[in-house]
């Protein structure tokens, strides 16, 4: 079963938590400055940011039921710094080594303990099948995965979050099902459609 988030609801939680929104404004203006800075380089070719105001939203109704995040293409890793400022475990994964090194930089200015390596969020176990909707559009398929600098394995998350190109919903959701926990949540960003929350095994 699909569970969308309920904005009214969370907003009312986001409330409460003024000093840590603060905080995390700050750093999102600081992305956007990043962004207007680099978006013409190479390693920003295949980065767009989600709406962190709605991952903020999300990740405020998961405090309780998930300890461990991953950023799947953590780009400047702002995720996986709110997770962990908010008391997630969180890690990021990231193909463009100089968006890990922005991405360090920021977790260590804003007192994140969010670790991030370069490499790729796909697992080398994962087996793709075309047959199964396994397209990809913009994510890299040829570099190796990165879970072995973190000391973890996808299966070691109990929540997953990224934000897909369009055609690559299906890939995402079919790689948390064969290679993550049985019960792992998979949090998604669409530009258009929003938050998505899903669990991995649902049908
Ligand atoms: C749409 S951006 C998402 C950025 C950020 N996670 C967010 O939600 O705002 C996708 C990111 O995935 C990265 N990427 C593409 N293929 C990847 C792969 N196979 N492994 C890790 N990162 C990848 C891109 O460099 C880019 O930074």
Redesign the pocket.
């Known amino acids: 079963m699909a569970v969308v988030t309920n904005d009214e609801e969370v907003s009312a939680v986001a409330k409460d938590d003024g000093s840590l929104l603060a905080e995390f404004r700050e750093l999102w203006a600081e992305a956007d400055n990043l962004w207007d800075q680099y978006q013409e380089t190479p390693?920003?070719?295949?980065?767009?940011?989600?709406d962190?105001y709605a991952?903020y939203q999300s990740l405020l109704r998961l405090e309780g039921t998930a300890a461990t995040l991953l950023?799947?293409?953590?780009?400047?890793?702002?995720?996986a710094i709110m997770a962990s400022r908010m008391g997630f475990e969180a890690y990021?994964?990231?193909?463009?080594p100089s968006?890990v090194e922005h991405a360090e930089r920021l977790a260590q200015f804003y007192g994140s303990a969010a670790q991030f390596a370069q490499?790729?969020?796909?697992p080398e176990e994962f087996e793709w099948d075309l047959i199964e909707g396994d397209e990809s559009q913009?994510?890299?398929?040829d570099?190796p995965a990165?879970y072995e600098s973190l000391d973890m394995e996808l299966r070691d998350f109990d929540l997953i979050?990224?934000?897909?190109?369009p055609e690559e919903h299906t890939l995402f959701r079919n790689i948390v099902r064969s290679c993550g926990q049985k019960n792992a949540l998979f949090l998604s960003?669409d530009g258009r459609e929003g938050m998505e929350l899903i669990r991995s095994h649902d049908p």
Do not use: K, M
């Open positions: 390693a920003f070719h295949g980065y767009v940011s989600a962190y991952v950023e799947w293409g953590s780009g400047l890793g702002i995720v990021g994964i990231e193909a463009e968006l490499g790729s969020f796909i913009r994510t890299l398929i570099i990165a979050y990224a934000y897909p190109w960003y």
